[in-house]
């Protein structure tokens, strides 16, 4: 989550100081999600029946190889190549396989009533590992301007550090702890499918594939002001560098990140449908404020109040997704609710990139995307309010 918010702060930067333009640039992040949606719905479907720990490695080698393929051309194709057949999150969110594996062995380890809670740490740990990227990939930058460095080696040095830190990211991964496998051999005899057969033929799938479509349309919404887009709408309107939106980025994910402890509190209390929704309702009403404000500093605290409650839903969707499947079944149900997630944002980003490319139309990825979301948590209270985990009985 480091890499992923030291890149998303100059990624659009780096693209177009290589000599892309807005529209090459929405193509190569909608094509990037494309590609990390293969890659995860590959690597997901198959992790509890080849291994988890193994399925990571090779998630942090593509990461890796795509950093640096990136860094060393400025010829487009080599990019979209290096887009589409690695991992890249343009948004500074997490994309690919890793967080479907990751939460599925969590969930082997905790009790359900424990397991909303460890979420809510797990988000804490990556919104503050992403803001702590984001002022290092800002800070980066500056070192290399104030020594009177090039404006476009300054962008690579982040995207090279990309990579790095996905080659350091596999070494991590090769000692996991084999406790992050599925824990009984039974559990291990029950994977022997690949794709959407892993979630087997009962309710499961049912679940899981309307859990994906309402996923998509949030996703889809929130592709239009990824925090790459952010940060280059920050600098079309008021003209301020990466070096600043570096920590102003970084508040908004330690705002985040703290957010989650909240929201599990507040889901044992109400359920966590109703966490996400209610949560998730206000914070895309300010998104379509932040446009309207005239200022820098009215447009950053109505962007800081939106990041402090927008990812309470996160923990909880995905509590949520783990407590209504077979325990043999959670990372495939956790991989294609994120490859659903990351096809609606690969979508929008061909679209906002037309935006940006027009000074008149830089405001509206903004009021798609909040429009968009109100319609996505409707939806979503409409069709699950009243389907609920086992711990929630009480309720």
Request: glycine residues 10%.
């Amino acid at each position: 989550m480091f890499a992923y918010g030291s890149l998303s702060v100059v990624l659009v930067f780096y693209l177009i100081a290589v000599g892309l333009t807005e529209a090459q640039i929405g193509l190569l992040l909608t094509l990037t999600l494309l590609g990390d949606t293969l890659v995860s719905l590959l690597i997901t479907t198959r992790a509890d029946r080849l291994g988890r720990r193994r399925m990571l490695i090779v998630g942090a080698l593509l990461m890796a190889g795509a950093g640096l393929l990136m860094a060393s051309t400025n010829r487009f194709w080599l990019l979209v190549l290096a887009a589409t057949a690695g991992v890249i999150s343009p948004s500074g969110q997490e994309v690919g396989p890793f967080l479907p594996i990751e939460q599925a062995a969590l969930t082997g380890l905790v009790s359900d009533a424990q397991r909303t809670a460890v979420y809510a740490r797990y988000a804490l740990t990556g919104a503050v590992a992403t803001a702590a990227g984001a002022l290092a990939g800002g800070l980066l930058t500056r070192v290399f301007e104030d020594g009177a460095g090039p404006t476009l080696a300054s962008y690579r040095s982040v995207v090279i550090l990309y990579g790095v830190l996905g080659t350091a990211l596999a070494v991590l991964f090769s000692r996991l702890s084999p406790l992050a496998e599925p824990a009984a051999a039974s559990d291990r005899d029950e994977v022997t499918d690949s794709g959407f057969a892993a979630l087997g033929r009962t309710g499961s799938r049912r679940v899981v594939l309307n859990l994906s479509a309402l996923f998509a349309l949030d996703a889809f919404g929130g592709g239009f002001v990824a925090q790459s887009f952010a940060a280059y709408w920050f600098h079309l309107r008021f003209g301020i560098e990466p070096a600043v939106l570096g920590p102003i980025f970084f508040a908004a994910n330690v705002l985040a990140g703290f957010s989650a402890l909240l929201a599990s509190r507040i889901a044992a209390r109400v359920g966590l449908v109703r966490t996400m929704v209610w949560t998730h309702l206000p914070s895309n009403v300010l998104l379509i404020l932040v446009p309207l404000m005239p200022t820098l500093p009215l447009a950053v605290t109505v962007l800081l109040l939106r990041f402090s409650i927008s990812q309470m839903d996160v923990p909880t969707r995905q509590s949520y997704v783990m407590s209504v499947v077979a325990p043999a079944q959670r990372s495939a149900a956790g991989g294609v609710t994120g490859v659903a997630r990351t096809v609606g944002a690969a979508i929008s980003p061909v679209f906002a990139g037309l935006c940006f490319a027009r000074p008149a139309l830089i405001n509206l990825p903004f009021f798609i995307a909040g429009t968009l979301k109100i319609v996505y948590d409707l939806m979503l209270y409409r069709r699950f309010v009243s389907v609920r985990p086992a711990e929630e009985a009480h309720l």
